[in-house]
């Protein structure tokens, strides 16, 4: 055989060897992609300072979540809607995503008193309770509503849309659960027993006030804040006005403000990052334990157990803190924004 002809046929041999090598890699390649988390952020933004801290994670994090929009709700802490629409804009401007990002207001009120309203051409809360709707009805990856204050919003919208439950799945931030009490809990306590008795996907972060199965363990102090936070996150051209006042062109200055003027309950000047949680376990779920259990329901502020009930709810618990609080500042310091939805 001469010199080119076996040069040739070694060629093509070694071509299709290497052929289908190529292709399982590609196949790998395609398996290991993760679709992104498609979300949807339900938030009482100005109530004290986690819901900053998920709402910037989120933004952060282009690389995991497709964020489709942030609604806000009013609870008793935190002034009313305007004040909560104005401390979310304040983030979304900090992470470079307002005006691009909708951001929209939704109810004031509780449940009960927006229900029977809810068919008018106006109502208190409509325009994030229309949103919720459309996204839900939106085809694509799966809808999750990640909802860190009351459950006023969501209510609603199931409520309007009886559909959209086969469409999106909840997970909300909330609940000493099996224990009565806590914040997001008690200021819907009738929006939330509505969303347990409906059929969409629900999943329970649980906050457990003093306990440490539960996202209040997730904690920083002000002085770790003063050290790690300065100048962390992306940085804006013209600096917004804090809720206590000052001006601040990035998320981690702005971090250090909102410790500066948060109330502490003890000596070591420690704050939750309840929200934020929610956010991570999303991201990874191994940062959590989650466990299945029939949905109860809270009467007269106590919880009451349905072992019997078909409908079904998953428990999240025990909280890996040190990994959620040291991804949040890789992530914050490495940051990939989300995607604009609107120019």
């Known amino acids: 055989m001469n010199k080119p002809i076996f040069l040739t046929i ?6 299709f060897s290497c052929k289908p090598a190529e292709e399982e890699n590609k196949a790998q390649t395609a398996d290991s992609v993760q679709p992104m ?18 709402l910037m994670y989120i933004l952060v994090n282009g690389s995991t979540f497709d964020l489709e929009g942030v609604t806000v709700n009013a609870t008793r ?21 307002y005006g ?43 809808l999750i509503l990640l909802a860190v204050g009351k459950l006023t919003n969501v209510a609603l919208a199931l409520e309007k849309d ?13 609940s000493n659960y099996p224990k009565p009490g806590e914040y997001n809990q008690d200021n819907d306590t009738v929006s939330m027993n509505y969303v347990l008795n409906t059929k969409v996907p629900f999943e329970m972060v649980t906050v ?7 996202t209040d363990a997730v904690k920083v102090t002000q002085q770790e804040i003063n050290e790690n936070m300065p100048g962390m996150g992306p940085k804006i051209d013209e600096a917004i006005e804090g809720r206590h006042g000052g001006e601040y062109s990035t ?33 990874n779920p191994n940062w959590g334990e989650k466990s299945e259990v029939p949905a109860p329901i809270l009467i007269d502020n106590q919880w009451v157990e349905r072992p019997e009930n078909q409908r079904k709810m998953l428990l999240w618990e025990n909280f890996d803190a040190d990994a959620v609080i040291d991804d949040f500042y890789t992530t914050l310091k490495n940051y990939e924004l989300v995607l604009p939805k609107k120019p």
């Open 251 to 283: 998320f981690g200055d702005y971090a250090v403000s909102l410790f500066e003027h948060i109330d502490y309950h003890d000596d070591s000047k420690s704050r939750a990052l309840f929200d934020m949680v929610a956010a991570a376990v999303l991201k």
């Open 162 to 174: 009886p559909s959209i439950a086969e469409k999106m799945r909840v997970v909300w931030l909330g």
């Open 77 to 97: 802490s935190g002034g009313n809607i305007d004040e909560h629409y104005e401390e979310a804009k304040r983030i979304l401007q900090l992470g470079q995503r």
């Open 10 to 15: 070694f060629s093509l041999v070694l071509l």
């Open 100 to 142: 691009q990002i909708p951001l929209l207001k939704g109810a004031d009120g509780s449940f009960e008193e927006i229900r029977p309203n809810i068919q008018e051409s106006q109502y208190d809360g409509k325009d994030a309770v229309d949103f919720i709707i459309e996204q839900a009805n939106t085809s694509g990856e799966e």
């Open 37 to 54: 988390i498609r979300v949807l952020y339900d938030t009482d933004a100005n109530n004290e300072l986690d819901d900053q801290f998920a």
């Open 208 to 214: 457990r006030y003093g306990e440490p199965s539960g």
